[in-house]
Nanobody, 124 residues
Framework: EVQLVESGGGLVQPGGSLRLSCEAS????????MNWVRQAPGKGLEWVSG????????YYTESMKGRFTVSRDNAKNTLYLQMNGLESEDTAVYYC?????????????????WGKGTLVTVSS
C-alpha cells in the first residue's frame, strides 16, 4: 500500500533549523509531484511547498520563500523540507502529501495520500 512516513520534527528555538524527511513507498515516486502541507494547532490546513516530479521546479508560499527549501531524492524515494530561520508561527504538524493534480499552485482534490505528519514546535 501507499505509505508516506515523515520524520525530523521536534522542538527548536526561534531562528533555528530543521530538516524534515518523508520516505515514500507503494507507488512510483518519480511519477508524481509532492507537497508539504501543515496544520497549526487549532487551525486549518496550509499548503507550504511543492516540487515537481523530477525536482526541476519548486514552489513556496510567500512567507516560506527564502527560508524553506524543498527537495527530493528519487533514488531514495524521499522528499525533504529544509527549514531555516524558524519562527513561532511555523509551529505545526507537517504532512508529506502525494499530488496527482499536476498544477501549481496545487489543489487539494489532487492530493490522494497523506502521511501521518511530524510535529514541529518552535519555542524558546
Amino acid at each position: 500500500e501507499v505509505q508516506l512516513v515523515e520524520s525530523g520534527g521536534g522542538l527548536v528555538q526561534p531562528g533555528g533549523s530543521l530538516r524534515l524527511s518523508c520516505e515514500a513507498s507503494g507507488f512510483t515516486f518519480d511519477d508524481y509531484a509532492m507537497n508539504w502541507v501543515r496544520q497549526a494547532p487549532g487551525k486549518g490546513l496550509e499548503w507550504v511547498s511543492g516540487i515537481s516530479w523530477n525536482g526541476a521546479n519548486t514552489y513556496y508560499t510567500e512567507s516560506m520563500k527564502g527560508r524553506f527549501t524543498v527537495s527530493r531524492d528519487n533514488a531514495k524515494n524521499t522528499l525533504y523540507l529544509q527549514m531555516n530561520g524558524l519562527e513561532s508561527e511555523d509551529t505545526a504538524v507537517y504532512y508529506c502529501v502525494k499530488d496527482t493534480g499536476g498544477s501549481w499552485p496545487p489543489f487539494y482534490y489532487g492530493m490522494d495520500y497523506w502521511g501521518k505528519g511530524t510535529l514541529v514546535t518552535v519555542s524558546s
